[in-house]
């Protein structure tokens, strides 16, 4: 079970002595974790490098990926959404409709033993470099477009389909 947060995060762009606009920059851990403190998330680090946000019904993993060569470099957001359905057909159909309207998180069904479950991913090639705004804005967008989907989710649920 996770954490509930409490609160969203703000976009974080409009941070106080910062140029977003001219910086470019490869993202990594330490810029992560200083925009999550900034936005008053708790998160917790992972052994492979990444982090997650952990929330009561939903967790947020961000990893980084392709460190030693360039047009390899990724970052990569995963959300795992807790719940489960009995009905992998009915749980297509809500992740269809999720999917078809919206760009983010792009939802995906897999069978579990206890059920079947939904998750979202996202990757952002980074290369030898982004701006910092648009890393910031993106970092939002992810945050919230998560949520999003699991009040989506919550509400598409009738009671039928949650195991």
Do not use: C
Not at 15 to 20: C, Y
Not at 46 to 59: C, F, M, R, S
Not at 147 to 156: E, H, N, P, T, V
């Amino acid at each position: 079970m996770g954490i509930d947060q409490g609160r969203e995060p703000d976009s974080g762009a409009e941070q106080e002595g910062i140029e977003p606009k001219h910086v470019m920059l490869v993202p990594d851990r330490d810029l992560l974790i200083g925009y999550l403190e900034l936005q008053g998330l708790k998160y917790v680090p992972l052994e492979n490098g990444g982090v997650a946000v952990l929330y009561e019904k939903l967790d947020i993993f961000f990893e980084f990926v392709g460190d030693g060569e360039i047009e390899r470099r990724i970052v990569s957001v995963r959300v795992d959404y807790h719940r489960r359905y009995r009905s992998e057909a009915d749980t297509l159909k809500v992740v269809n409709q999720w999917n078809l309207q919206q760009r983010w998180p792009r939802l995906a069904v897999a069978r579990a033993d206890d059920g079947v479950s939904v998750t979202g991913d996202a990757h952002m090639p980074v290369g030898s470099g982004v701006g910092l705004l648009y890393f910031l804005e993106t970092l939002y967008v992810w945050i919230q477009g998560a949520i999003a989907a699991d009040k989506y989710l919550d509400s598409a649920n009738d009671g039928s389909v949650n195991a």
